[in-house]
């Protein structure tokens, strides 16, 4: 007589328990399998993890041989290789900032890393950018103007937030980073930017049109130089921006200075054009200038007019009568302002 066990090795019933046995045994292997990797992968880098923390290595290793692409003063030194970057490179370094730069004339970028003697942990980062003239100089050091900065007395346009200095000066804009807010790195960073200055003597930076905005509610700091697409508008480059505040509300008086009277007024019609083209409900302003348009859009008021080789006018003003007060206020400076031949 077949025994038990007999009879169900050799059943349907037992055939599936067999299966089920080895699917199960299967799962089991895999799952361990599994484990066994995760367990590996927490004494394993990612690539890219490797590389950070080997370019951190590096960073942190003094390098006695490298030149300074900054003249150094006493108790700092040499900390990394000067690295060298040009248009088609400059997105390696600094990727989703480059375009600005970019769209306001760079030329080149050396940067590198710093360090106080004998203290590679305490270390500032120089981004030296030449920018081939002075407003394009300016045009990226007021498109990145931090609210929480402080201004420096040695310079026109030099201010510091937090753990970072910022400079324009001459065709240059200089950026120093520095790993803490220390206090001896924060000296060393004035020294570093005075030291620069020094080193490369310019003439007054020439940013005329900033003199060009009324004065009163004026954010001086405020004051930007747009160098493409102002105000999403394609085609409207080179204008300067300064913010107005007016009764707890802020507005923005804006002017660009044309080859000549011709181009401002076509330029004038042009971004008119645009505006309604969105939307905008344009209307005679009668002041302040011959051929000035207000338009209202989007529950705000746009004032547009030439004035000789001036485009101008108001941008995002919340009512009629404050955009006509200081486009009214602007008119009247741009008749101070020289003409150039």
Not at 184 to 203: D, N, W
Not at 264 to 281: H, I, M, N, R, T
């Amino acid at each position: 007589m077949p025994d038990a066990c007999s009879n169900i090795a050799h059943s349907p019933g037992g055939s599936r328990t067999r299966r089920q046995t080895l699917i199960g045994l299967v799962v089991f292997a895999v799952l361990a399998a599994a484990a066994a990797g995760i367990y590996s992968a927490q004494f394993r880098f990612n690539p890219a993890v490797l590389n950070y923390l080997e370019g951190a290595a590096v960073a942190t290793r003094p390098s006695a041989s490298a030149e300074p692409i900054l003249g150094l003063p006493e108790g700092l030194s040499v900390l990394s290789p000067p690295e060298h970057f040009d248009r088609e490179t400059l997105s390696d370094k600094i990727n989703g900032k480059a375009e600005l730069y970019l769209s306001a004339g760079f030329m080149r970028l050396d940067c590198q890393r710093i360090a106080l003697s004998g203290r590679p942990e305490d270390w500032i980062e120089a981004f030296v950018y030449d920018m081939g003239a002075a407003p394009n100089a300016y045009a990226v050091f007021s498109q990145q103007r931090r609210s929480d900065g402080t201004p420096l007395d040695f310079a026109e346009f030099a201010y510091r937030a937090e753990n970072a200095l910022f400079l324009a000066h001459g065709s240059f804009y200089l950026e120093l980073i520095a790993s803490s807010r220390e206090p001896k790195l924060l000296e060393s960073m004035e020294a570093l930017a005075r030291g620069f200055m020094a080193r490369r003597p310019a003439a007054g930076a020439a940013i005329a049109e900033r003199d060009l905005f009324p004065k009163e509610g004026l954010d001086e700091a405020g004051i930007r130089l747009i160098p493409t697409d102002a105000f999403g508008v394609s085609g409207l480059d080179r204008v300067f921006a300064a913010t107005y505040t007016a009764d707890g509300g802020e507005m923005t008086a804006f002017l660009s200075r044309r080859a000549n009277a011709q181009e401002a007024a076509d330029l004038a019609q042009s971004y008119v054009a645009f505006l309604k083209a969105y939307g905008g409900e344009a209307s005679p302003a009668g002041a302040p200038a011959d051929g000035a348009t207000v338009i209202a859009i989007l529950d705000m008021i746009e004032v547009v007019f030439s004035q000789g080789p001036f485009l101008a006018g108001v941008h995002e003003a919340p009512d009629r009568e404050k955009a006509l007060s200081l486009a009214g206020r602007l008119a009247e400076k741009l008749k101070e302002a020289p003409r150039v031949p």
